[in-house]
């Protein structure tokens, strides 16, 4: 027995911890996950794809959907917006697919606050050196923009405690295979079950 509505996944981490690679990895694993589309304000990087990556706006675009109401979490991270459409979400968790929305501090705990019965989840580096070392490999960043993103990582450290599951990211795989594994422990909680429980003892099911 498991939950028929979709879970909303909020996960975290600092930049160039490999967020995006750890949950590649639980997509391939299921058949009903959807990955939110966030909006932003900063540059399109080599190789990104407006609406496959994210959203690109201008600042002007973003802050007039802002004020609209449209999103679900919005927030300034070095130096450029980042926010969630709401359209995007809700109506498919209603349909049974997971929600995987990979935003900042600031935006997971607006969130929360609204939110409280989504699944917060924090994937951590093996290590701070490990950290900067992907940071630099990874190439699209000057060393000033590095330092910024790394500066926010240490603030990010303090605010871990809110989140209700960590993850460390040093093997992929297994980074992966423990966030699968919270995803099944999640549907499985007494509370996400409790209407299917109930529709089973008015049919004298059990």
Known sequence: MTDKKGLLIVVSGPSGVGKGTVLGKVFEKRDDMYYSVSATTREMREGEKDGVNYHFLS????????????????????????????EEVFKRIDKGINVVLEIEVQGAMQIRRK?????????????????????????????????????????????????????????????????????EAEHLRTPRVYDAIQEMLANDEI
């Open 115 to 183: 939110h409280p019965e989504g699944v917060f989840i924090y994937i951590l580096p093996p290590s701070y050196k490990a950290l900067r070392e992907r940071l630099l490999g990874r190439g699209t960043d000057d060393l000033d923009k590095i330092e910024k993103r790394l500066e926010a990582a240490k603030w990010e450290l303090t605010q871990i405690d809110k989140y209700n599951y960590l993850v460390v990211n040093d093997i992929v795989e297994e980074a992966a295979d423990e966030l699968n594994s919270i995803i």
């Open 59 to 86: 600042e002007e675009e973003f802050l007039k959907i802002k004020a609209e109401d449209g999103f679900l979490e919005s927030a300034c991270y070095c130096d450029n917006y980042y926010g969630t459409l709401k």
